[in-house]
């Protein structure tokens, strides 16, 4: 057998949330060709033409959301090379409301949701809910985007700007203390936006947009709010393994992630929680995939929301990880190792078949 050829995304920019850098070490250790190209390179699709597999971990930003999945579908089904993340892995990536319908289609246990794309229906729904309730955009990563409803008029009100108006992502000032007093930094992003304004009376010229400028429209989306919940569940799974730890809520907030405090105490994860994540990756499909659960209004643990990929350094500094059967294996391990080891054993065992003009491939 030919020594395998994998293709990484590589570019200057890359920091040190990238899992790159340690996916080309792993798969330089185990003797695979490792070609470095950037994925957004005009010329990919002949620069990877060659490759036996391509690997790209692609963020949660606009720029990221609007290239990789066009490039990484193009080379996944028209060149017939996998991919790291696939498909089934990254469709829901960043996004609630796919993720909403993922949990629906597969009957996972979940938070309660509703979702809706027309006015009418969800000023229905807030007229005869139950505060409260939790609104959230379908963007936004570490708590972002995410805010509590207390009563029919706040639901109102953001209900309207959503069908009405519109929101830009992390500007929900969500995090920001209320006072009448602004902050030095509210003055100043309001004092830019007003400079910005001008010349789009004079000129028509639109003024610039935020850095996540994927406007959110025309839906409405509310979980359940469950009370008592002190932390939240993240529960990490590639391929025959899971990571577990808890993450406390910000003081005074029901919010835990991106709180940026990780508990690795064993006895605050149950076992349910791990069993629970590997049948949903088996249902899904996954590569990789992170899961955020708390406890609903039964009682009952569920998924908040999932994510192919993760803060890769609070998973490895986990103190060990569990097997499908949750034996427990002491003892740290790089998820990106573990993604990597995955895909070559994909691309070793890669059934062959034929294109259009009967040429193995």
Same mark, same amino acid.
């Given at each position: 057998?030919?020594?395998?050829?994998?293709?990484?995304?590589?570019?200057?920019?890359?920091?040190?949330?990238?899992?790159?850098?340690?996916?080309?070490?792993?798969?330089?250790?185990?003797?695979?060709?490792?070609?470095?190209?950037?994925?957004?390179?005009?010329?990919?699709?002949?620069?990877?033409?060659?490759? +036996?597999?391509?690997?790209?971990?692609?963020?949660?930003?606009? =720029?990221? /959301? *609007?290239?990789?999945?066009? %490039?990484?579908? &193009?080379?996944?089904?028209?060149?017939?090379?996998?991919?790291?993340?696939?498909?089934?892995?990254?469709?829901?990536?960043?996004?609630?409301?796919?993720?909403?319908?993922?949990?629906?289609?597969? +009957?996972?246990?979940?938070?309660?949701?509703?979702?809706?794309? =027309?006015? /009418? *229906?969800?000023?229905?729904? %807030?007229?005869? &809910?139950?505060?409260?309730?939790?609104?959230?955009?379908?963007?936004?990563?570490?708590?972002?985007?995410?805010?509590?409803?207390?009563?029919?008029?706040?639901?109102?009100?953001?209900?309207?700007?959503?069908?009405?108006?519109?929101?830009?992502?992390?500007?929900?000032?969500?995090?920001?203390?209320?006072?009448?007093?602004?902050?030095?930094?509210?003055?100043?992003?309001?004092?830019?936006?007003?400079?910005?304004?001008?010349?789009?009376?004079?000129?028509?010229?639109?003024?610039?947009?935020?850095?996540?400028?994927?406007?959110?429209?025309?839906?409405?989306?509310?979980?359940?709010?469950?009370?008592?919940?002190?932390?939240?569940?993240?529960?990490?799974?590639?391929?025959?393994?899971?990571?577990?730890?808890?993450?406390?809520?910000?003081?005074?907030?029901?919010?835990?992630?991106?709180?940026?405090?990780?508990?690795?105490?064993?006895?605050?994860?149950?076992?349910?929680?791990?069993?629970?994540?590997?049948?949903?990756?088996?249902?899904?499909?996954?590569?990789?995939?992170?899961?955020?659960?708390?406890?609903?209004?039964?009682?009952?643990?569920?998924?908040?929301?999932?994510?192919?990929?993760?803060?890769?350094?609070?998973?490895?500094?986990?103190?060990?990880?569990?097997?499908?059967?949750?034996?427990?294996?002491?003892?740290?391990?790089?998820?990106?190792?573990?993604?990597?080891?995955?895909?070559?054993?994909?691309?070793?065992?890669?059934?062959?078949?034929?294109?259009?003009?009967?040429?193995?491939?």
């Amino acid at each position: 057998m030919s020594q395998l050829c994998i293709a990484v995304h590589w570019t200057d920019r890359l920091d040190k949330y990238s899992y790159s850098h340690r996916w080309v070490e792993y798969l330089t250790e185990q003797k695979i060709k490792v070609k470095k190209i950037d994925l957004k390179h005009p010329e990919v699709i002949d620069l990877v033409s060659d490759c +036996d597999g391509v690997m790209w971990h692609w963020y949660h930003i606009p =720029d990221d /959301k *609007q290239s990789a999945p066009k %490039i990484l579908d &193009a080379i996944e089904t028209n060149l017939g090379i996998p991919v790291f993340p696939n498909h089934h892995t990254r469709w829901h990536y960043d996004e609630k409301i796919s993720q909403y319908y993922l949990l629906e289609a597969l +009957d996972l246990p979940r938070i309660k949701t509703w979702l809706f794309w =027309d006015y /009418k *229906q969800a000023l229905t729904f %807030i007229q005869n &809910a139950n505060y409260p309730l939790v609104f959230k955009l379908s963007v936004g990563a570490a708590s972002a985007n995410v805010l509590i409803v207390n009563n029919i008029e706040e639901a109102i009100k953001y209900l309207d700007k959503t069908f009405k108006q519109t929101f830009f992502p992390y500007t929900l000032n969500e995090f920001e203390h209320k006072n009448p007093l602004l902050s030095i930094r509210e003055w100043k992003s309001r004092l830019k936006r007003l400079y910005h304004s001008i010349p789009y009376f004079y000129s028509g010229e639109y003024p610039p947009v935020p850095e996540y400028y994927l406007l959110q429209k025309n839906y409405a989306y509310f979980q359940e709010f469950c009370p008592g919940n002190e932390r939240d569940i993240r529960i990490t799974v590639i391929g025959d393994r899971a990571w577990g730890f808890t993450r406390p809520n910000r003081p005074g907030d029901f919010r835990a992630s991106g709180s940026g405090m990780v508990d690795y105490d064993l006895n605050k994860v149950p076992l349910e929680a791990v069993r629970m994540a590997f049948d949903a990756s088996h249902k899904l499909n996954s590569q990789s995939m992170a899961y955020d659960l708390i406890y609903n209004k039964n009682k009952e643990l569920a998924i908040i929301e999932v994510t192919y990929c993760f803060v890769r350094f609070a998973v490895h500094d986990a103190p060990g990880w569990w097997d499908s059967e949750l034996n427990w294996h002491k003892g740290h391990l790089h998820p990106e190792d573990a993604q990597a080891e995955d895909f070559i054993n994909l691309l070793i065992n890669k059934p062959k078949t034929a294109d259009p003009q009967g040429r193995q491939i």
